[in-house]
Structure formats: C-alpha cells, structure tokens
C-alpha cells in the first residue's frame, strides 16, 4: 500500500421513509481519506451532510454499500461494535461544542480518558500537552460558561485529541463563531493537520471549506470532487 487508508466508502447509500414516501438521501457515495489528509465535505442545507457524517462517526449504519474505516468493516458491526470503534478511532468536534458545563476544563478533557479506564492521575497527566496545545492551561479550571465560544471550541478539541483518535471528524466547527474567532480555530486544525492528524470537516461554507487541502463537494446525495 502506498498510503494508508484511514476512510473507505464505496458505493454507500442511505435512504430514508417519511409520510409512506421513500427519501434517497445518499446516492453511492464514493469516497477514500488516507492518513495525514485534511478534507472538506461542502454542501448546502439539506444535502445529506449530518446523513453522511453519522455514517463516517458509526453512529449509524448505511442501507448497502462497504465502509472500512481503518481496516475494520463497519457495515458488519452490530451497535456494541460501533460504539467500541467510534471510541476508539475517532474524535468528534461538534458546531456547538458539547461540554459538560458543571465540569471545568481539565475535567471535560480528562473525561474520555476516565471513561476508557484511566486513573485520575495518570488522565491528569495525559492531557496537560492537549490543553497546552490549544493554549488553555491558564483556564483549566474554569467552566464552560466562564469561556469564550473560541475557547470552548478549543477545549472540545483538546477533549478529541486525548484519545489520539484515528480521526478527527469536525461537523461545522466554525458555525457558531464570529468570522475572527473561526480564523483562529481553522489555523489550530491546519496545525493539527501538519502535526498529522487526519481531518474530516463538514461545512456548508466555502470560504471555510478552502482552508483545507481537499474539498469533495455534496449536492443531493451526491459526492463529487475537483481539483
Ligand atoms: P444536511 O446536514 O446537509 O442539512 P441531512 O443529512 O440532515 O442534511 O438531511 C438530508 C435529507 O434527509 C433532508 O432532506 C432531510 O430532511 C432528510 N432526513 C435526514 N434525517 C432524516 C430522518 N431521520 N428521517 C427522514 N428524513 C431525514
Ligand atoms: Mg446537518
């Protein structure tokens, strides 16, 4: 292998029933991410984008077509796989961030680590680099609310690097920032990149989709590219 294949999709497709009628959200979608990439899925509202990432994350499964991710066959997964396998190879980064608000920053970070097992002191330990790397410590004992959004989005990041992911998988990580603040946190995922972690980010915004190296381009449930 020349390089090595983190995401595969072949032929996916997903439909949907609603009100008796069937609704063909994904139409054999091709696509292939190899490690290191940083790609941008770009579509407008309702095209299949929250469709399609729920699919790549293994939050849900596809109607017929073959998902390896990382080597593994997702489509042959039953639900206690997909959970193990969305744990363990990818890290999420959401629009709006989803920290635990009662939980100060050290605490929301430390958490997926807590979850898989690991002491308080050796989790402690783990994520003093993440935190640093987004430029948090001085806030690590602060809550959600006592944050900027940017900040917060830097703290949900960090909590998606501690697991050192397969895949980081970013649903409109800009969308709910002003365009100063979303500058600041695309030049944190290009950083990431470089550093070598694999992104997917899904936007709906050109100009944020150009901060990638790679744009596939999503109309109706259809996935193209150019360039
Ligand atoms: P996007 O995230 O690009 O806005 P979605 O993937 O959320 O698009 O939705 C794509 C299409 O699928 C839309 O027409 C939407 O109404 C439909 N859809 C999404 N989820 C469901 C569902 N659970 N049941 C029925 N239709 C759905
Ligand atoms: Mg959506």
């Avoid at 935190?131 to 940017?150: A, D, F, Q, T, Y």
Wanted: hydrophobic share 40%.
């Amino acid at each position: 292998m020349d390089a090595e294949n983190i995401v595969t999709l072949s032929e996916i497709e997903k439909s949907y029933t609603a009100g008796g009628e069937r609704l063909y959200v994904l139409k054999r979608v091709s696509l292939t991410v190899n490690k290191g990439e940083y790609l941008a899925i770009l579509g407008a509202s309702g095209s299949g984008k929250s469709t399609l990432m729920n699919i790549i994350g293994c939050m849900d499964t596809s109607d017929s077509g073959q998902y390896l991710l990382d080597g593994v066959e997702v489509n042959t997964c039953n639900d206690a796989g997909l959970t193990a396998l969305r744990n363990q190879k990818i890290g999420f980064i959401f629009q709006k961030y989803h920290l635990i608000p009662q939980y100060t920053v050290l605490q929301n970070v430390m958490l997926p680590l807590l979850i898989r097992g690991k002491t308080r002191t050796e989790a402690a330990k783990m994520v003093e680099e993440y935190i640093r790397m987004v430029g948090l410590w001085e806030r690590i004992s602060h809550k959600p609310n006592e944050l900027s959004g940017g900040q917060q989005q830097r703290v949900a990041i960090a909590r998606a690097l501690v697991t050192a992911p397969t895949l980081l998988l970013a649903d409109e990580p800009t969308g709910a920032l002003d365009s100063q603040t979303g500058k600041e946190i695309l030049a944190l995922f290009q950083r990431l990149n470089e550093m070598g972690n694999t992104i997917i980010m899904i936007t709906h915004d050109l100009s944020v989709a150009q901060h990638s190296k790679r744009i596939a381009r999503l109309v109706d449930g259809v996935l193209s590219f150019q360039g």
